[in-house]
């Protein structure tokens, strides 16, 4: 228990309930810096957009954060809008 | 945060970055010391320019600063792009010697 997937990649039907932290609560962290693009380049698929809350595990106040930090570094091309191409 | 177009020298960049430091300054606000990360790759290009140099700097704000500081950035060809950002009130990365109700970070 407490992982967030089964090793070994059992059937997707008794995968156990997942219950691992957010990264940032973790951390203890209050402001999600828009600075720190390589920690935010972690919430975005290879495509360059942002992962689901499912995905990225963060809770709902981090996730939103998170989001709004990634669009800051968006604008000041830290981070790209369209990546891969 | 602001991008500086990629054509100074690191010299004309701390100029340009000292002259936004002075408009501050002037308005009623208090700037801290600039911090360069110097010249970076853009993640895409912006008119045409791949890299450009960053710099980051905190400030408090006066009642006139954010008016006259936006205005003077958007008409300044040197800088590429710009963003001012207010910090919340639990950051203290780097703690500005008297901290007011507003604060942010361009």
């Known amino acids: ?85 | 945060m602001l991008i500086v177009i990629p054509e100074l020298d690191e010299e004309q960049v701390g100029n340009t970055v000292s002259r936004f430091r002075t408009i501050i300054e002037r308005t009623g606000g208090e700037a801290g010391e600039p911090d360069h990360w110097g010249r970076r790759k853009l993640a895409y290009e912006i008119d045409h320019r791949k890299d450009g140099f960053y710099a980051v700097m905190e400030f408090t704000a006066g009642e006139r600063t954010l008016v006259e500081l936006k205005r003077i950035l958007r008409v300044s060809d040197d800088i590429l792009r710009h963003m001012i950002v207010k910090l919340p009130p639990s950051y203290a990365h780097q703690p500005l010697p008297e901290p007011e109700p507003v604060e942010a970070s361009a």
């Open chain 1, 1 to 85: 228990m407490g992982k967030r997937r089964s090793p070994g990649g059992g059937s997707r039907k008794e995968r156990p309930v997942k219950s691992k932290p957010c990264v940032f609560c973790k951390e203890d962290i209050a402001y999600v810096d828009y600075k720190d693009y390589n920690v935010l380049r972690r919430f975005t698929s290879d495509r360059g957009k942002i992962r689901a809350r499912r995905v990225t595990g963060l809770c709902p106040q981090h996730q939103r954060e998170a989001a709004v930090a990634i669009k800051r570094a968006r604008e000041m091309a830290l981070l790209a809008y369209v990546a891969g191409q």
